[in-house]
Nanobody
Framework: QVQLVESGGGLVQPGGSLRLSCAAS????????MSWVRQAPGKGLEWVSE????????YYADSVKGRFTISRDNAKNTLYLQMNSLKPEDTAVYYC??????????????????????WGQGTQVTVSS
C-alpha cells in the first residue's frame, strides 16, 4: 500500500528553476529517510540527494551541491527537491525513493533499486539548451 507520487517536472531553460514534489502514503513518512534519484537517457540510476527522517540532515551529490535543496514537510507527508541554476546535464527522470532507515547517508554516484525499498514512478525534467 506504500505509494510515492512525484510531480512538478517539465521543460525549463538552462539557468531556470523547478520544484519537484513527492507525495507519500502507506507508511509512517516521518520515520524514514528519503532520497531523490535520477536517470538520464541511456544511463543508470544516479543518486542526487538524501534527507533524514526529521529533515535536519541532508546530503547531496557533488554534481548538484549548491544548486539543489532537498526538504520535507512531515505534516503533509511530502518530499521536495528545489532545483536552481539548472543545466542541460540535469535532464533526467527524477524519482523519489524511501530508505529502509531513519537516518540519511551520503551515497555513491550510482545506486541500485535494492538500495531503497520503495520507489515512485518518476517525473521528467528536461533542461533545454
Amino acid at each position: 500500500q506504500v505509494q510515492l507520487v512525484e510531480s512538478g517536472g517539465g521543460l525549463v531553460q538552462p539557468g531556470g528553476s523547478l520544484r519537484l514534489s513527492c507525495a507519500a502514503s502507506g507508511f509512517y513518512f516521518s520515520s524514514y529517510a528519503m532520497s531523490w534519484v535520477r536517470q538520464a537517457p541511456g544511463k543508470g540510476l544516479e543518486w542526487v540527494s538524501e534527507i533524514n527522517s526529521g529533515g535536519g540532515t541532508t546530503y547531496y551529490a557533488d554534481s548538484v551541491k549548491g544548486r539543489f535543496t532537498i526538504s520535507r514537510d512531515n505534516a503533509k507527508n511530502t518530499l521536495y527537491l528545489q532545483m536552481n541554476s539548472l543545466k542541460p546535464e540535469d535532464t533526467a527522470v527524477y524519482y523519489c525513493a524511501k530508505a529502509p532507515r531513519p537516518y540519511a547517508q551520503p551515497r555513491g554516484l550510482m545506486v541500485a533499486t535494492s538500495d531503497y525499498d520503495y520507489w515512485g514512478q518518476g517525473t521528467q525534467v528536461t533542461v533545454s539548451s
